[in-house]
């Protein structure tokens, strides 16, 4: 695990922000990011706006904007190196 994810996951667990499991929010993610391929093609790093906005209406407040924008970041970058 790398470190900027191993953060993440202790800025969960410690201010227990979230609550939405951590598996949970990954599989919304990962869905969110297989449902806009073309558009993380197209835009790459640029795509997060549009999908970050699309993670937020699904988690709906259960999990901090914070996260779901570090998670969707890194899970972009893994996709484009792909």
């Known amino acids: 695990m790398s470190g900027k994810s191993g ?6 667990q410690s201010t227990n ?18 449902n806009n391929m073309e ?17 937020m209406k699904e988690v709906r407040g259960k999990a901090s904007g914070k996260i779901v924008n570090e998670l969707l970041e890194q899970k972009i970058k893994n996709t484009i190196k792909k």
């Open 7 to 12: 953060n993440v996951l202790t800025a969960m």
């Open 39 to 55: 558009l993380v093609k197209k835009l790459e790093d640029k795509a997060i706006t549009t999908l970050m906005g699309i993670a």
């Open 17 to 34: 922000v979230s609550s939405i499991d951590e598996y949970k929010l990954n599989e919304i993610l990962d869905k969110i990011i297989q």
